[in-house]
């Protein structure tokens, strides 16, 4: 049986690994652990995805580029993905003169692939051929996943009987067989194409012996043509039929071969088919103390969760309670402030109400100057009628009565005297009325200014 050792996994790029990750293996069993969505699976799919993984679906993606970076809230998204497998290859089980066998994969957004085998860029072919007969590839049975041992033992025949020939080596020798074939098929190609050949020359012959009739030197061409024809079927045929027998042998030691290693074949199965149903087994077991890890790491998310939603709960409350003692000591400081402006505005409300009774005192003052003001102007008034009905007659009489110039100019005298008081008196009274309409103006100014100064304290009062 062929051991190969897998000495480290490099990734970059490729799916949750966005910086260069390099691990190693130790000769013994080496077991990679972490929580759910870790990265661990990824470390698989990246195996299977070097060794020549084509299938979408194997990789748990959409498309082939789903495989690179795609970015997250730290690091912006890759252009490349890059794998690195390492095997110790000192005892030359792998077809390599390295003692250590670095395969390589690369993918590109635009979806360019890139295979290389130490630095050397090869194709997926040779990566396949150089696996051969190891378990090692993407449908190896090296990288066996969850439930794949189901899938085998419940794959069907021909399936089951591929894996075992890939473990018994006689895959190999199929591989080589199909190579085998395909040559034979291309040595029969080569000779159809020889043949046509032969009869395209045959019929240029035919041309030329047609020709060569109308020359002098018929012979001479018709020797020459066949010579050239008959050396080069010979040299063809000859080369071809060294070639037949070569794979001829080839298929027959393959047969034989495959014979014997068919018989392999049919003993492991039978070794086998007991430690199958120890593996299913097995299997079962770890995939139910898998469930009870699972179920514990969950009720353990539960009670994570919870304490972490009662420490939320308990540090809002606190923060709650703070909150509402600065509140508590800024409204009591309010109430304060407001308790000294409240006797301030009382203080002031009296000092009003003390002004409006002087103000209300002073009013009926006014009004009582007021209307004694209005009696006299009133009497005033009825006087000046009476002044100018006195005139009045006094002018009739002058011009009534043949008085002597003397009597006229005394009466005249009088009269201008007389005019005179009475403009005066109205002069005066005029005055005063001037004077009592400034008093009840400025009186009104003032009473409407500490009606708003009022109201003003009043809304003050109420807030």
């Known amino acids: 049986m062929i051991y190969i050792r897998l000495e480290s996994v490099e990734l970059k790029g490729f799916k949750s690994f966005a910086e260069r990750t390099k691990i190693k293996f130790n000769n013994q069993i080496t077991a990679v652990v972490g929580p759910n969505g870790s990265g661990k699976s990824n470390i698989a799919d990246a195996i299977k995805w070097v060794l020549g993984e084509q299938s979408v679906k194997s990789l748990r993606g959409k498309k082939m580029d789903d495989v690179i970076f795609q970015g997250s809230d730290q690091k912006k998204p890759m252009n490349m993905a890059e794998v690195n497998l390492s095997f110790d290859n000192k005892d030359r089980a792998l077809s390599s003169d390295y003692d250590l066998v670095k395969i390589s994969r690369r993918i590109y957004r635009n979806g360019d692939n890139e295979y290389r085998l130490n630095g050397k860029r090869v194709r997926l072919k040779d990566v396949k051929e150089l696996f051969l007969d190891t378990g090692i590839g993407k449908e190896g049975y090296s990288v066996i996943g969850q439930g794949r041992i189901d899938e085998i033992l419940n794959s069907s025949n021909q399936e089951r009987r591929n894996i075992f020939e890939e473990a018994s080596g006689i895959a190999t020798h199929k591989y080589r067989r199909e190579e085998s074939l395909k040559k034979l098929s291309k040595v029969d190609d080569d ?273």
Not at 239 to 262: G, V
């Open 191 to 463: 000779l159809e194409i020889i043949q046509r050949e032969w009869e395209y020359k045959n019929k240029d012959k035919n041309k030329l012996e047609i020709e060569a009739k109308n020359f002098d030197k018929h012979h001479e061409i018709e020797e020459l043509l066949d010579k050239k024809s008959y050396y080069f079927y010979i040299s063809r045929s000859k080369s071809l039929e060294e070639k037949n027998k070569e794979l001829i042998e080839d298929i027959k030691n393959i047969k034989k071969s495959q014979e014997e290693k068919t018989k392999e074949f049919d003993k492991v199965n039978e070794s086998l088919l007991p430690i199958a149903d120890s593996i299913r087994n097995l299997e079962k077991n770890y995939e139910k103390i898998c469930q009870d890890i699972l179920n514990k790491e969950k009720n353990i998310d539960k009670l994570t969760n919870k304490i972490q939603l009662d420490e939320q709960k308990l540090s809002y409350n606190q923060k709650d309670l703070e909150r509402n003692k600065k509140d508590f000591e800024s409204y009591d400081e309010k109430i304060k402030k407001y308790k000294i402006s409240l006797d301030d505005q009382k203080s002031k409300l009296d000092q009003t109400k003390n002004l409006i009774k002087n103000l209300e005192i002073e009013n009926e003052d006014f009004l009582k100057k007021k209307k004694q003001n209005l009696s006299t102007l009133s009497t005033i008034k009825n006087d000046l009628v009476s002044l100018k009905d006195s005139e009045k007659k006094l002018n009739k009489l002058i011009y009534d009565y043949d008085i002597d110039q003397k009597t006229r100019l005394i009466l005249k005298e009088r009269r201008d005297k007389n005019n005179k008081e009475i403009k005066e008196k109205i002069s005066d009274f005029e005055k005063e009325l001037t004077d009592i309409k400034g008093d009840l103006s400025a009186f009104k100014e003032e009473k409407n200014a500490l009606s708003k100064k009022l109201m003003i304290q009043m809304k003050t009062l109420i807030k």
